[in-house]
């Protein structure tokens, strides 16, 4: 039930309607995206296809994963997605941090189209399969944790990976989704000051003073992600932690070592990475988080951002 160019005031009503907005560009639609937004609903009830390359059109290659099926033709069959050709998703209003709605330019009649939506799942065309898979992911964790309160750290990754797949129907055919989660999950015994982690691809640093010297104890994650692998489903390590006082850990994505920047214009790596947490570990965590924005807008320089940057540390 695809909605095409019409009435501007009448789409922004509907528009208005929205609890979870999902804005999608036509042109990076793919059977993939089709399977997460399936699986969302009705946490998404409301998915927005915006954008002023019409495939039938443009000669994008969008419709391969359709067996030559123009993607557009797709999408309209779609009960929950909303098709806007010919607008230009152009503009974002803010309040503090928040993303209130997403301005779109109708490209023929120069008309303005304003989506509104408490809450907004990546309004962007970059990263959509990770945006709807993140959704996916909590309203999955929060079944596993919440209601069938599986609580070993590995276990939960484990059970994830099983739902994951079943919603993106991964069997491990060649033309199926190959999406996943890479993740670092963390499980606290505060009376017995034990913590469990298990990590799909993403690792732990753990500091402690040995003797008067910090000490980093990388807790390597299993090599896989939650969802998709090419080799056979094992089960994720449960990593076993007895804390002590003074320990500090983090977690983290890999968009900071990732990022290019420097002289050379080089990925800051994991290398540096360590030794910059290895200075800075025992200073307060406001400071720790400010020298972190220092080091990688310095890093970055004139570079644009390349990914998600998320850093988490905790000291005990």
Known sequence: MGAEDGDASKMGTEANSARIAVIIPCYRVRATILEVVRATLPFADDVFCVDDR?????????????????????????????LFLNHHAYRLDTAGDLITAVVALNT??????????????????????????????????????????????NQVLNELRIQIKHSLRQHGQTEESRDGIDMALCVFDMKNREMQYAGANNPLYHFRDVNGRPEL???????????????????????????????????????????????????????????????????????????????LANWMGDNTQMDDVLVIGVRV
């Not at 399969?129 to 599986?150: F, T």
């Open 217 to 295: 104890k990388e807790i390597k994650a299993d090599p896989m992600p939650v969802g998709y692998y090419r080799g056979k489903d094992t089960s994720f390590t449960n990593h076993l932690i007895q804390l002590e006082m003074g320990d500090t850990f983090y977690l983290f994505s890999d968009g900071f070592m990732d990022q290019k920047g420097g002289k050379e214009n080089k990925k800051f790596m994991s290398k540096n990475f360590k030794k910059l947490l290895l200075e800075i570990h025992d200073h307060p965590m406001y400071e720790q988080k400010d020298i972190l924005d220092k080091t």
């Open 54 to 82: 019409c495939p039938e059109q443009s000669g994008d290659a969008v419709a391969e994963a359709f067996a030559g099926e123009p993607a557009v033709h797709v999408i309209r069959r779609e009960k929950n997605i909303r």
């Open 108 to 153: 023929q009649t120069s008309e303005e189209l304003r989506f509104t939506a408490p809450l907004f799942a990546d309004c962007t065309g970059h990263g959509v399969p990770g945006a709807l898979l993140s959704m996916l992911g909590m309203s999955y964790l929060d079944e596993i944790v919440q209601r069938r309160e599986i609580t070993q750290a």
